[in-house]
T-cell receptor, first 114, second 115 residues
Framework: GNSVTQMEGPVTLSEEAFLTINCTYTATGYPSLFWYVQYPGEGLQLLLKATKADDKGSNKGFEATYRKETTSFHLEKGSVQVSDSAVYFCALSLFSGGYNKLIFGAGTRLAVHP | SQTIHQWPATLVQPVGSPLSLECTVEGTSNPNLYWYRQAAGRGLQLLFYSVGIGQISSEVPQNLSASRPQDRQFILSSKKLLLSDSGFYLC??????????????FGSGTRLTVV
């Protein structure tokens, strides 16, 4: 079946540290891949996306590359800030059953300390 | 531009009481609409999706129901709330895209506490 697996949190970092949140997927067909971010008490916001193999999505200093050979879409940022503290969700999207089905990972909580 | 509105933001309801959460989308036509629930500290669970007026599909059996009386309106309901219905409810919409390139846009959520 189709699924997304992401590293368990929480991930705790000091400000300006390097961030990696691992995400791997299993899918039939050719999914699009997404990272969403959820700040405390808010809904989900699209952070970045990639729609085909070798595409790199980037936004706000975050980036992720669609790796078909390793079925991965790891999220990275070179220097995190306290304001990056949030829950990050990796997701894949497939057209299935007549609609765009978005399948989420369990989420990874990031806590950045000054 | 497209916007999605969800209300209320916060709700405290007694066990056994009814529920109605509303979601509307502006600036687009024929959207796909979705209801998700997020239990405390957990991931996202798809509850319902709709590809058109009156067309509702349920992903999990539960105490809740959904309706889509208008193209851009999606309502989540319950006749009698349970304690286990507590959580953060999110509405979302997407374009109809066979290549699934666009993802979903989420509302700001409703935090429901059943007491």
């Amino acid at each position: 079946g189709n699924s997304v697996t992401q590293m368990e949190g929480p991930v705790t970092l000091s400000e300006e540290a390097f961030l990696t949140i691992n995400c791997t997927y299993t899918a039939t067909g050719y999914p699009s891949l997404f990272w969403y971010v959820q700040y405390p008490g808010e809904g989900l916001q699209l952070l970045l996306k990639a729609t085909k193999a070798d595409d790199k999505g980037s936004n706000k200093g975050f980036e992720a590359t669609y790796r078909k050979e390793t079925t991965s879409f790891h999220l990275e940022k070179g220097s995190v800030q306290v304001s990056d503290s949030a829950v990050y969700f990796c997701a894949l999207s497939l057209f299935s059953g007549g609609y765009n089905k978005l399948i989420f990972g369990a989420g990874t909580r990031l806590a950045v300390h000054p | 531009s497209q916007t999605i509105h969800q209300w209320p933001a916060t709700l405290v309801q007694p066990v056994g009481s009814p529920l109605s959460l509303e979601c509307t989308v502006e600036g687009t036509s024929n959207p796909n609409l979705y209801w998700y629930r997020q239990a405390a500290g957990r991931g996202l669970q798809l509850l319902f999706y709709s590809v058109g007026i009156g067309q509702i599909s349920s992903e999990v059996p539960q105490n809740l129901s959904a309706s889509r009386p208008q193209d851009r309106q999606f309502i989540l309901s319950s006749k009698k709330l349970l304690l286990s219905d507590s959580g953060f409810y999110l509405c979302a919409w997407s374009v109809r895209d066979r290549y699934a390139n666009y993802g979903y846009t989420f509302g700001s959520g409703t935090r429901l506490t059943v007491v």
